[in-house]
């Protein structure tokens, strides 16, 4: 399933690790399969579970903790909108809801291009710059309806979307 380009850099990325410490490789193993594959299967966390020599129980519970790893194929942009109190107070969900009718698609899917997936998220830590998202785990906050349609467009005309030093914080 895995290249051997990354099993290889799986097996270095091991190796920074004092032998018994394989545990503490996971999450690195786990941001290289999927940066290869684009999602992690139960495939994949036998075939990690193997280069760490662990149980694949052990890799599915650490992928299955964290929201930034995905376990099942998603769009190559995957676009979270916090929903928690501090976001839907402010218009996270009026937001989400534009996204959806913008894209033609519902939280939890992806375009039919493969290009973008919506999610809704509890939390993403920016209560106080509410309402905020993220595109592939880069922060969009103090949202408005125009900000919102501005990354949208860059998205579907194929355009990086501003880098994390170009949000403004507070």
């Known amino acids: 399933m ?30 290289i399969a999927q940066a290869e594959l684009g999602w992690l299967s139960p ?11 662990l149980a694949p129980v052990h890799v599915a519970a650490v992928a299955t903790f964290y929201t930034m790893y995905e376990k099942e194929p998603a769009g190559q942009h995957v ?14 969900y009026e937001i989400l809801e534009h996204i ?10 992806t375009t039919a ?12 830590g920016s ?3 509410a309402p905020a998202l993220q595109v592939n785990y880069r922060f969009h906050e103090n949202l ?18 501003a880098s994390p030093e170009e949000v403004t914080h507070g």
């Open 144 to 161: 408005t309806i125009e900000k919102v349609d501005a990354i949208l467009d860059q998205l579907l005309a194929g355009q990086p979307v």
């Open 2 to 31: 895995l290249s051997d380009a990354a099993r290889a850099e799986i097996l270095a990325h091991r190796e920074r690790y004092p032998e018994g410490r394989q545990k503490s490789a996971v999450m690195g193993a786990l941001h």
């Open 100 to 109: 959806e009718q913008r894209l033609g698609i519902k939280r939890g899917e």
């Open 127 to 129: 209560c106080s710059t």
């Open 43 to 53: 495939e994949v966390f036998r075939e990690v579970g193997e280069l760490l020599s």
């Open 113 to 124: 291009d493969g290009q973008i997936t919506i999610r809704e998220q509890e939390c993403i």
């Open 79 to 92: 676009i979270d909108v916090c929903c928690n109190i501090s976001c839907m107070l402010r218009g996270a």
